[in-house]
């Protein structure tokens, strides 16, 4: 079964700082990895996917990379913003996704 | 476009009851996922269809979960005897389904369900 872990657990950054999440997931046959953000009682919004036979997707200020073979993804955000304070999680998927415990990042103004 | 709709985004029901829970996916998406959501961890995949037929069934956790979506559109999750171990949030997502899924699934709003 696919195990996604997330480092950290919980980011507090001071506004304009720019930040990495990490995302490692334990079995590298998948389709693609999705990043989404979760707020507060809220569903999921996609920011990002990456098919599997790409490296890097990019979307505004964020910056996502995939190396499948060592089985992690990183979540680069530019110029953090105190909106973007939400809990991220990663994706691995086949059929369906498999889900970390998110990291929650606070952007302090 | 209207995105994923989920009804009721509350449902408060007592142990043992029945209850069922609504999605109607981003129109023309064939892919429709259910996914469990427990207080402070990530989703849990549960049921994957394709169309009307359900491809993958086996995050469902036992038998007193089903799920149906007979015209390949809105789908019910149900679930007899309710425990208090079933109280989370419910999340469907749908995607195209056009390219052996390697499109985004979008997410709607939950449904909260509390069983007492």
């Known amino acids: 079964k696919q195990e996604v872990t997330q480092i950290p657990a919980a980011l507090s950054v001071p506004e304009g700082e720019n930040l990495v999440l990490n995302c490692s997931f334990t079995?590298?046959?998948?389709?693609?990895l999705q990043w989404f953000r979760q707020d507060p009682g809220k569903g999921l919004t996609s920011l990002l996917l990456?098919?599997?036979?790409?490296r890097e997707q990019t979307s505004g200020r964020l910056n996502a990379s995939l190396d499948k073979s060592s089985g992690r993804s990183t979540l680069y955000i530019a110029a953090s913003q105190p909106g973007d304070s939400a809990t991220y999680l990663c994706?691995?998927?086949?059929?369906?996704?498999?889900f970390g415990t998110g990291t929650r990042l606070t952007v302090i103004p | 476009g209207a995105g994923v709709s989920q009804t009721p985004s509350n449902k408060v029901t007592e142990k043992g009851k029945y209850v069922e829970l609504r999605c109607d996916p981003i129109?023309?998406?064939?892919?429709l996922y259910w996914y469990r959501q427990s207080l402070g961890q990530g989703p849990e995949f549960l049921i994957y269809?394709?169309?009307?037929?359900?491809?993958?069934d086996s995050g469902l956790p036992n038998d007193r979960f089903f799920a149906v979506r007979p015209e390949g559109s809105v789908s019910t999750l149900k679930i007899q005897r309710t425990e208090r171990g079933d109280s989370a949030v419910y999340l469907c997502?749908?995607?195209?389904?056009?390219?052996?899924?390697?499109?985004?699934?979008?997410f709607g709003p939950g449904t909260r369900l509390t069983v007492l």
């Open positions: 997502a749908s995607s195209l389904g056009a390219r052996g899924n390697t499109d985004t699934q979008y």
């Open positions: 269809f394709q169309g009307t037929g359900a491809a993958d």
């Open positions: 994706a691995p998927g086949a059929n369906n996704l498999f």
């Open positions: 129109s023309g998406h064939t892919a």
């Open positions: 079995d590298s046959a998948i389709y693609n």
């Open positions: 990456i098919q599997s036979s790409q």
